[in-house]
């Protein structure tokens, strides 16, 4: 499976950017994607991923009320909508795929996927 994530770019502070996660197939036992962000000199974090089993839709704290995650499977994607953004958001995104069932906290941290795209760099600065 290829996973293909996009739409990053410079953007003002309070600004907003969608993210575009493709994927080469999606099945129906597909179990979740999900997004992630690193920032140099920091560790990966988990920022959001959907459940396809039950459609629960995680948020990390730091973006709770600011990001939405979606899914279109008539176009193999997963998009994550990012509103009132700040510096702190400046970090490469990635999207992941899980094929199989993993617990939540597998999902959060990364451990869960088995497949990971490349990374779109998000920049938010004046």
Known sequence: VQLQAF????????GSLRLSCTLS????????VGWFRQAPGKEREGV????????????????KGRFTISRDKTKNSVYLQMDNLNPED???????????????????????MDYWGKGTQVTVSS
């Open 48 to 63: 959001s991923y959907i459940n396809f089993s039950d459609g629960y839709k995680y948020y990390a704290d730091s973006v």
């Open 25 to 32: 197939r999606f099945r129906l036992d597909d179990w979740a």
């Open 90 to 112: 400046t970090a490469v995104y990635s999207c992941a795929l899980a094929e199989e069932a993993s617990s939540d906290r597998d999902l959060r941290s990364g451990e869960g």
């Open 7 to 14: 739409g990053g770019g410079l953007v003002q502070p309070g």
